[in-house]
Antibody, heavy 121, light 106 residues
Framework: EVQLVESGGGLVQPGRSLRLSCEASGFTFDDHAMHWVRQAPGKGLEWVSGISWNSGSRGYADSVKGRFTISRDNAKNSLYLQMNSLRAEDMALYYC??????????????WGQGTMVTVSS | DIQMTQSPSSLSASVGDRVTITCRASQSISTYLNWYQKNPGKAPKLLIYGASNLQSGVPSRFSGSGSGTDFTLTISTLQPEDFATYYCQQSYSVLTFGQGTRLEIK
């Protein structure tokens, strides 16, 4: 079964750090770019960051640039998001998502169930 | 960044109705437009990619159209499981989502 499972969320104080993980199974992980998307409580979906299959290209939303770092370990079929200097506005459910671009149109065809990050003192 | 604006923001409809949701891009994005369904407590689900291509396993009552700046998602005959929030997303440049359209039962 194709699956993505996120972990690492929790309660953290403003200004502190947290590292999210996403473990992939059921497909060839290094065939795909991977991304993080978040949804704050009561809000819509927001793209956070993405990484190419070989880590050669990385992108970030302006809201997290300079504070978050995306990485992957293809040997471990895992995607990561290092989040530093966390703010109240970073509180959200964080999803990892697999890219499918075989059609020539970049889209997210597989999503995890999400891991919740709560930022509060 | 390209702004994506969906309308309406919310919509009430009945089982069996035909509904259309619109998504407008702030600049031309060709057909680099995807639609997702989001239910509370569940992961988003890809419905349509490339503006009009039905994702494998998605019922044929869902369809998408448009190019350039104006796009639509149509559900031909609403089923109970279709009451959810729908998001458009452009993949022409830095990825952005629309604000969502909440489809509620009338």
């Amino acid at each position: 079964e194709v699956q993505l499972v996120e972990s690492g969320g929790g309660l953290v104080q403003p200004g502190r750090s947290l590292r999210l993980s996403c473990e992939a199974s059921g497909f060839t992980f290094d065939d795909h770019a991977m991304h993080w998307v978040r949804q704050a409580p009561g809000k819509g979906l927001e793209w956070v960051s993405g990484i190419s299959w070989n880590s050669g290209s990385r992108g970030y939303a302006d809201s997290v640039k300079g504070r978050f770092t995306i990485s992957r370990d293809n040997a471990k079929n895992s995607l990561y998001l290092q989040m530093n200097s966390l703010r109240a506005e970073d509180m959200a459910l964080y999803y990892c998502a697999r890219v499918n671009d075989t059609s020539g149109v970049y889209n997210f065809d597989i999503w995890g169930q999400g891991t919740m990050v709560t930022v509060s003192s | 960044d390209i702004q994506m604006t969906q309308s309406p923001s919310s919509l009430s409809a009945s089982v069996g109705d035909r509904v259309t949701i619109t998504c407008r891009a702030s600049q031309s994005i060709s057909t680099y437009l995807n639609w997702y369904q989001k239910n509370p407590g569940k992961a988003p689900k890809l419905l349509i990619y490339g503006a009009s291509n039905l994702q494998s396993g998605v019922p044929s009552r869902f369809s998408g159209s448009g190019s350039g700046t104006d796009f639509t998602l149509t559900i031909s005959t609403l089923q109970p499981e279709d009451f959810a929030t729908y998001y458009c997303q452009q993949s022409y440049s830095v990825l952005t989502f629309g604000q969502g359209t909440r489809l509620e039962i009338k």
